[in-house]
């Protein structure tokens, strides 16, 4: 039989798996709120115990998975293809609270503006103009006529009519370069939403660490704007990492927040300049050189694979929890994880 039967303890449920699908996969077909984060090996936040049967692992993070703790039979969800019937718990605190299930809604553009030289800023509005609910940090998958859809993260706070997107150009991506070459204020669009489990715990009590790579502002945008709109007074440090100053973007505006709200400073950090008025280096680096213990904050990171894979590392050497860094990787369509099974 091709099919694994896995049942997941915490949630009483017990489901088929498909052949390729990882447990995390499947659980979240099935709607069951498994707790999660990146999705691809990196942040540890699907750690679960193997309590019955056999799996296979595919490539993740050290710092995801502790030879240790594979030893003392713990497993990543997101990277455990069952090869047996299953049984696994979940150890990781889902404190999210309640989230809404997708839905499909149909939507028309009806914004579109330059961001950066390869950002573009695309609003979307439902046909029915309806309040948008769903947590700050959460992605839809969009779809425009002709193209593939593709996954986005919404840049504005819940509640709106509409939604905020940045999409950058992906050289050689379908859809990017339909956005950036042909789409306009009229067209039509589908969208699945919300999606992801990087968004904001409203339930913290603490510091909070937000990092963006490129276009990983969007999530960060939305997740440090409803925060402040629900009157944290703990600190929030942004640091915003591009390659030179043509792309960056929305400074002046985080400038702005920041002197309205005392508790928050922006950071932006440039790779490539070379004479700036901004902090230069990789902008893990330059966090580990201003936050030197972790402990007790809440870390929210959206970016390219590498930048975010050296954020976990480093918030994990200052003592960050594992259940308390939330990560929302930004993968193009040619740089999926390769599955490279280890054992």
């Known amino acids: 039989m091709t099919v694994k039967l896995v049942d997941i303890r915490p949630a009483q449920a017990s489901l088929e798996v498909q052949v390729g699908q990882t447990i995390l996969d499947a659980a979240l077909a099935a709607g069951i709120p498994y707790p999660h984060g990146c999705k691809s090996g990196r942040c540890g936040a699907c750690k679960s115990r193997?309590?019955?049967?056999?799996?296979?692992?595919?490539?993740?993070?050290?710092?995801?998975?502790?030879?240790?703790?594979?030893?003392?039979?713990?497993?990543l969800a997101c990277r455990a293809l069952p090869l047996t019937a299953t049984a696994v718990a979940w150890i990781g605190s889902n404190d999210g609270g309640t989230v809404l299930p997708p839905r499909r809604l149909e939507g028309i553009v009806t914004h579109i503006d330059d961001l950066t030289h390869d950002i573009k800023l695309v609003q979307i509005m439902t046909q029915d103009r309806c309040r948008l609910l769903f947590a700050a940090g959460q992605f839809a998958n969009v779809s425009f006529d002709g193209v593939p859809p593709r996954s986005y993260s919404m840049a504005n706070q819940p509640g709106a009519a509409g939604l905020e997107f940045h999409i950058?150009?992906?050289?050689?991506?379908?859809?990017?370069?339909?956005?950036?070459?042909?789409?306009?204020?009229g067209d039509k669009a589908t969208l699945e939403f919300p999606l992801g489990s990087s968004y904001l715990r409203q339930h913290h009590s603490g510091p909070i660490l937000c990092v963006a790579g490129g276009s990983g502002l969007a999530p960060i945008k939305a997740i440090v704007e409803t925060a402040l709109s629900h009157g944290t007074k703990h600190p929030i440090h942004i640091y915003f990492g591009a390659r030179g100053e043509r792309d960056l973007y929305l400074v002046e505006h985080f400038q702005?927040?920041?002197?309205?709200?005392?508790?928050?400073?922006?950071?932006?950090?440039l790779s490539e300049a070379q004479?700036?008025?901004y902090r230069t280096g990789f902008v893990t680096q330059v966090v580990g050189k201003d936050l030197s213990d972790l402990g007790g904050w809440k870390a929210y990171v959206?970016?390219?694979?590498?930048?975010?894979?050296?954020?976990?590392?480093?918030?994990?050497?200052?003592?960050?929890?594992?259940?308390d860094m939330h990560a929302d990787v930004f993968f193009t369509p040619e740089a999926?994880?390769?599955?490279g099974a280890i054992g």
């Open 50 to 75: 193997l309590i019955e049967g056999e799996v296979k692992l595919f490539q993740h993070s050290p710092f995801a998975l502790t030879d240790v703790e594979k030893a003392d039979g713990l497993i």
């Open 168 to 185: 950058r150009r992906v050289p050689g991506g379908v859809t990017s370069q339909h956005v950036h070459s042909r789409l306009k204020s």
């Open 256 to 269: 702005a927040l920041a002197r309205r709200h005392p508790n928050l400073s922006f950071t932006p950090v």
């Open 275 to 277: 004479t700036t008025q």
């Open 302 to 323: 959206a970016g390219p694979p590498l930048m975010v894979d050296a954020a976990i590392e480093a918030s994990f050497a200052r003592g960050l929890r594992q259940e």
């Open 336 to 339: 999926k994880p390769t599955p």
